[in-house]
T-cell receptor, first 113, second 114 residues
Framework: DSGVTQTPKHLITATGQRVTLRCSPR?????VYWYQQSLDQGLQFLIQ???????AKGNILERFSAQQFPDLHSELNLSSLELGDSALYFC????????????FGEGSRLTVL | DQQVKQNSPSLSVQEGRISILNCDYT??????FLWYKKYPAEGPTFLISISSIKDKNEDGRFTVFLNKSAKHLSLHIVPSQPGDSAVYFCAARRAETSGSRLTFGEGTQLTVNP
């Protein structure tokens, strides 16, 4: 158990719809990272938040947005969904220690039909 | 721009033998390299890391080697066990002020046969 909690674990929706994925980081971790893993691909960095503020952006589509709340949990909002958005979405948290280690949740598997 | 690459999608070895997983990178600003292991239906879990100022780090059966001049790192697992069968991701970090995003390779599926 990494200490990072993600909900829901599975989600099936239709094209054009909007979904929200939720992440609770490990206790004490201020940074939250969102990654996307499409079929047979590596993990693609989407966005990072640190203590409520956006800190870094990766290959995140304009249809996607995220935020980190005062209690440090984070939500990733995906809108106008397309078939190609079907993927595993991972949340990770970390403390920025020298080793750079991140702790990952089990992921949310999104299927867009 | 794929800054971290794992060129072997899969690797199969016999139990008890050595597994060698390879990773190449292009960004010379990376200062830390990590290996993660991922089982199906689970999130990646940290395995071992190495700083860019070192060329070797060992933890039990796992050893990571870094060749900075070649921008290449490898993970050695000796002896390999069936429970090591998983997808292994190489990752690299460029230090940020407040946390550290990781850039991942595509992963290598390791299968250890009994």
């Amino acid at each position: 158990d990494s200490g990072v909690t993600q909900t829901p674990k599975h989600l099936i929706t239709a094209t054009g719809q909007r979904v929200t994925l939720r992440c609770s980081p490990r206790s004490g971790d201020l940074s939250v990272y969102w990654y996307q893993q499409s079929l047979d691909q590596g993990l693609q960095f989407l966005i990072q938040y640190y203590n409520g503020e956006e800190r870094a952006k990766g290959n995140i589509l304009e249809r996607f947005s995220a935020q980190q709340f005062p209690d440090l949990h984070s939500e990733l909002n995906l809108s106008s969904l397309e078939l190609g958005d079907s993927a595993l979405y991972f949340c990770a948290s970390g403390r920025g220690v020298p080793t750079g280690e991140l702790f990952f949740g089990e992921g949310s598997r999104l299927t867009v039909l | 721009d794929q800054q971290v690459k794992q060129n072997s999608p899969s690797l199969s070895v016999q139990e008890g033998r050595i597994s060698i997983l390879n990773c190449d990178y292009t960004n010379s600003m990376f200062d830390y390299f990590l290996w993660y292991k991922k089982y199906p239906a689970e999130g990646p879990t940290f395995l071992i890391s190495i700083s860019s100022i070192k060329d070797k780090n060992e933890d039990g059966r796992f050893t990571v080697f870094l060749n900075k001049s070649a921008k290449h790192l490898s993970l050695h697992i000796v002896p390999s066990q069936p429970g090591d069968s998983a997808v292994y991701f190489c990752a690299a970090r460029r230090a940020e002020t407040s946390g550290s995003r990781l850039t991942f390779g595509e992963g290598t599926q390791l299968t250890v046969n009994p």
